[in-house]
């Protein structure tokens, strides 16, 4: 038998870290090839759609991912099961691809564009909304309890590799004269691979399963389900709004304000009369900090056992104070140096928020209520950078530049609630595990 699949009665530290792991790996490569695509889009729709274009269908994005994640994501993924809500997601979340391919046909006729691609948005928010609640729960239930910061810290290294290997693949491919709409067909059709290997993980791999897990009875979960009796549409609702979540949104809203500014506004820093010049340097920037993050994500679980969350959150307020002083003081239009150092702080901050983020919301909810945590986590998310992509539009100035005195203070006025958040929220296992763990762990 394969070790990824072996389940026995007896704690082995072998099967254990071993269990399920192509499973896993399965899933990472399909998120992969989905993002790897889908980085591509997001980076460069604010420089090829009317900036009134491209914030309305961003922001509408991130409206309806957070809707859906509100009210249906977590209730698909428990009928459906988080094998087949992956698949389904897979499916969905390229509509967005298809709709800027789309738009790129009318240039001039705004009007039109904004039809195409608001839809095209919904669509892809109700995709991508279910697949990462379901990618929570399939992650959660195939870990080990010592190996789920391992596994998530690999799971987003790789999957961060996807803004490397997307955009430089791109940047070459401009390079060799494609036009920028025979690109993004070619990246979308290499994204649709993703749900072959989806619907392999559903029809023919086990459920999610976890046998070193405590086990506990019907009843027992029954009973430590904070949401019992409440209706299942409003599941998520409930446990966005406790307290213990409402800690841990400051830092939910760094990721988010990191993903609209990164996606949205830092590559309108350059703006020089070569087009083409420009395309390929926004593309090594989101290369810059795709390498960023995946070499932050693969440090990050052992980090965090060697200094805890509280501590990595910490550090990510010092990198903020790094970028902001960087941007506001450093003269960063048309200066590729200083936007690449913009990348990586921006890179490393994502690289550790992300994974605290999967951790703490894994381990500090009951087992019984994961789907509903994890659907919390991500509208929070959502939400947060819809708000912050429909206001970029009014934080450029004069000049069509990101305004650094309105982003500056509140970047920074969101990580300093991010640390405050995260030091009074109660932690379990994302602390530090003590040594037997530590040797199972990295055994």
Same mark, same amino acid.
């Given at each position: 038998?394969?070790? /990824?699949? #072996? ?11 071993? %269990? ?30 009317? %900036? ?9 994005? %991130? ?149 070193? /897990? ?9 009973? #430590? ?94 990198? #903020? ?9 450093? %003269? ?58 429909? /206001? ?15 982003? /500056? ?35």
């Amino acid at each position: 038998m394969d070790p /990824s699949e #072996q389940t026995p009665l007896l704690p082995n530290i072998r099967a254990r870290k071993y %269990h399920r792991m192509w499973d896993l790996l399965f899933v990472t490569v399909a998120f992969f090839v989905i993002y790897s695509a889908r980085s591509i889009v997001l980076s460069l729709a604010s420089s090829i759609l009317p %900036h009134s274009v491209a914030f309305a269908a961003l922001g509408t994005l %991130h409206l309806s991912l957070s809707f859906f994640y509100l009210f249906a994501a977590s209730a698909i993924s428990d009928r459906v099961g988080s094998q087949c809500g992956m698949f389904l997601g897979s499916i969905l979340s390229v509509s967005f691809n298809i709709g800027i391919i789309t738009a790129l046909n009318f240039n001039g006729n705004e009007l039109l564009q904004t039809m195409i691609l608001v839809p095209a948005a919904f669509l892809s928010g109700l995709g991508v909304s279910l697949m990462w609640a379901s990618h929570g729960v399939y992650f959660y239930r195939c870990s080990p309890p010592e190996r789920l910061s391992k596994n998530t810290g690999v799971f987003f290294a790789l999957f961060g590799s996807s803004g490397i290997v997307g955009p430089m693949a791109s940047s070459l491919l401009i390079q060799l004269g494609m036009d920028i709409g025979n690109v993004f067909k070619a990246v979308t059709a290499v994204a649709c691979t993703a749900p072959v290997i989806l619907f392999y993980i559903w029809k023919f791999r086990p459920e999610p399963s976890n046998p070193y /897990s405590p086990v506990q009875s019907e009843v027992q979960s029954r009973q #430590q389900n904070p949401l019992r009796g409440i209706p299942k549409v409003l599941k998520t609702a409930h446990l966005m709004v406790s307290p213990k979540m409402l800690l841990l949104v400051p830092m939910f809203l760094v990721l988010a304000a990191n993903s609209a500014f990164d996606s949205g506004s830092l590559p309108l820093f350059l703006q020089s009369e070569d087009v083409s010049s420009d395309l390929q340097a926004k593309l090594l920037l989101r290369a810059i900090q795709g390498a960023v993050d995946m070499v932050t994500s693969f440090s990050a679980g052992k980090l965090t056992r060697m200094f805890g969350t509280r501590s990595m959150v910490a550090a990510v307020f010092g990198v #903020q104070l790094l970028l902001q002083s960087a941007l506001f003081w450093g %003269h960063p239009v048309n200066r590729f140096a200083v936007l690449a150092f913009a990348a990586m702080c921006i890179g490393l901050c994502d690289g550790i928020l992300v994974n605290q983020s999967q951790i703490l919301v894994g381990t500090s909810f009951p087992s019984s209520c994961t789907s509903q945590a994890y659907a919390g986590y991500k509208c929070h998310l959502s939400l947060g950078g819809s708000i912050v992509m429909y /206001s970029s539009a009014l934080m450029l100035d004069n000049q069509g530049f990101p305004n650094m005195s309105i982003w /500056s203070p509140l970047y920074l006025a969101i990580s300093l609630a991010a640390v405050f958040g995260v030091y009074n929220v109660p932690l379990k296992s994302s602390e530090p595990v003590n040594a037997a763990e530590e040797r199972a762990s990295d055994a």
